[in-house]
């Protein structure tokens, strides 16, 4: 194969890669959060009953989390290969670093979440009720209700100035990302399920690459037809 020919075929490759992590991350995410919200009490003081009850249904979406960690990291890897040399240092560092301490974040939630389960197994008549419980429980949900929602939105506000430089993704999506990110980042704790919102917009960003993708003319086709026309 000629080198021009695998370089279009790397292009081609690298927008459906970024769509399908992209739609797996969303889903995986937001399949947890959906779990986890109709497991676990909204109220970060609630004294842990939700561990007699739904305790399974919680590690089921614990479980999910680190392969939607491992999609957002594809995402993020083959997002800036598609912006290629028009990528801007300063935005890209953001865009970078915002995504990986989202991503840590919602790890340290998970495992901190994860952690007060497996020592309710070890000693259930402890741990209800307990101070080390109130501070854990507490701690994961400043976690994620705080700090990773503010990083998810430097994301989407990265993100959407990137693609406005640029122009790898409409113009209208990226208002959208800096209204949503506005959003994120002036919400308060106490509202329910506002990180949905992140995956919810990776999954449209998704769908419109994979069918940009699809329906755009390949390269070689386009050079093809320009070479015939000259002829």
């Known amino acids: 194969m000629q080198p021009e020919t695998t370089s279009i075929a790397a292009r081609l490759r690298a927008p459906r890669a970024a769509a399908i992590a992209g739609i797996f991350f969303a889903v995986l995410l937001i399949t947890s959060l959906v779990l986890i919200r109709r497991a676990v009490p909204a109220d970060p003081l609630e004294a842990g009953v939700w561990l007699q009850i739904h305790a399974s249904n919680v590690v089921l979406a614990l479980n999910l989390v680190p392969f939607a960690g491992i999609a957002f990291l594809w995402f993020i890897g083959v997002l800036r290969d598609r912006l290629g040399e028009r990528e801007d240092r300063f935005f890209a560092t953001v865009f970078l670093g915002s995504g990986l301490l989202f991503?840590?974040?919602?790890?340290?939630?998970?495992?901190?979440?994860?952690?007060?389960?497996?020592?309710?197994?070890?000693?259930?008549?402890?741990?209800?009720?307990?101070?080390?419980?109130?501070?854990?429980?507490?701690?994961?949900?400043?976690?994620?209700?705080?700090?990773?929602i503010r990083m998810a939105g430097v994301f989407m506000i990265a993100t959407s100035t990137l693609a406005l430089r640029t122009g790898f993704l409409a113009r209208w999506i990226a208002w959208l990302g800096y209204a949503v990110a506005l959003l994120l980042l002036l919400?308060?704790?106490?509202?329910?399920?506002?990180?949905?919102?992140?995956?919810?917009?990776?999954?449209?960003?998704?769908?419109?690459?994979?069918?940009?993708?699809?329906?755009?003319?390949?390269?070689a086709a386009t050079t093809t037809s320009e070479q015939e026309s000259h002829e």
């Open 187 to 219: 919400s308060s704790r106490y509202i329910e399920g506002i990180l949905m919102v992140f995956p919810l917009w990776v999954l449209l960003i998704s769908l419109y690459i994979l069918i940009d993708n699809l329906y755009r003319p390949s390269p």
């Open 103 to 148: 991503l840590a974040m919602l790890f340290m939630s998970a495992a901190m979440v994860g952690g007060l389960i497996i020592a309710y197994t070890a000693d259930p008549s402890r741990l209800i009720g307990s101070t080390t419980f109130t501070s854990a429980r507490a701690m994961a949900y400043e976690i994620m209700n705080i700090y990773a």
